[in-house]
Structures are given as structure tokens and as C-alpha cells.
């Protein structure tokens, strides 16, 4: 008589394994599209030919900087719209530079056609602008050329 409950007990639970159809199916797995992956892009570098230098020589300079190695940026300008105004931003990691020579000469190649603020200094946040009448002077490169700024001094 004890049997007949285990038997009974042993069938419930070997029936609860079997499978049961859904009343609401799910949906038939379909192949997801690829996760595209970040990509960043970085400029390429110009070639030789479709750029041009800058070269000029630095009479003078702060006191201050004396003793230390001094690097020349070449900035981009960006022209406001009527043509006159405009800004610059030094970011040495990305613009055009070269380290002055002991005798106050430098050379920058590989520059962009374009407008340009130059800006020298032993350190980015020491740095000044090259000025005309108190102003910065912006200076044009031509691609295939090589503009020379002359003589300067930095104070």
C-alpha cells in the first residue's frame, strides 16, 4: 500500500519534467547586426607637396627665457566673418612647431595652406604671439613655399 503513493508521488514529478508547450511562443531568434565599433578618425598628414614652411629669425627675447629651449608654433587663425577680426587657440600637441636655433633662427615645415598666428615661448602657457602695432600678426602660407617672417623680437 505504501508503494502505490510513491509511484504516484515518483510519476507527478517525472511528468513535471516534461515539456510543456507555451501559450504565448517566443519569438524566433534572428542573427543581430554587428555593433559597428568607435572609430576615430585622425587627419591625415599632409604630403610635401601640398604644403608649405614658415622660417624667420627671433632677435630677441624675455629675460626670463634665457637658458631655455625655445619653440615657435605656427596657430591657426580663424577670420571672423567681416574678414578683419578672428581668434586663435595654441594646442601644441596638433599644430606645426620647430625649437629655435641658439642662433635665434628657425624653420617650421609641413604646414597647411592657410592663416596662421605664430607663437613662441619655452612653454605653451609662457608663450607670445608674434605682433604687429600691438596686434597679433597673421601671416598666409602657400602651399610649395616657404615664407620667411624676417626678423622679430618677442617681449
Known amino acids: 500500500m505504501l508503494r502505490f503513493p510513491i509511484l504516484i508521488g515518483l510519476a507527478l514529478m517525472l511528468g513535471a519534467c516534461v515539456p510543456v508547450p507555451s501559450l504565448s511562443p517566443l519569438p524566433t531568434p534572428t542573427a543581430m547586426s554587428p555593433v559597428s565599433p568607435v572609430i576615430t578618425v585622425t587627419p591625415a598628414a599632409p604630403s610635401a607637396n601640398n604644403t608649405g614652411g614658415l622660417q624667420g629669425y627671433m632677435t630677441s627675447q624675455p629675460s626670463e627665457w634665457s637658458g631655455k629651449d625655445v619653440t615657435v608654433y605656427a596657430c591657426p587663425f580663424q577670420a571672423a566673418a567681416n574678414g578683419k577680426d578672428g581668434f586663435f587657440i595654441l594646442e601644441p600637441s596638433i599644430h606645426p612647431q620647430a625649437i629655435v636655433n641658439k642662433d635665434g633662427t628657425f624653420q617650421i615645415q609641413n604646414v597647411s ?8 615661448g619655452p612653454t605653451p602657457e609662457e608663450a607670445l604671439a608674434i605682433q604687429d602695432a600691438g596686434i597679433p600678426k597673421v601671416v598666409h602660407v602657400t602651399a610649395g613655399q616657404v615664407l620667411d617672417l624676417g626678423k622679430f623680437e618677442l617681449r
Open 113 to 120: 595652406p592657410g592663416a596662421y598666428v605664430i607663437v613662441a
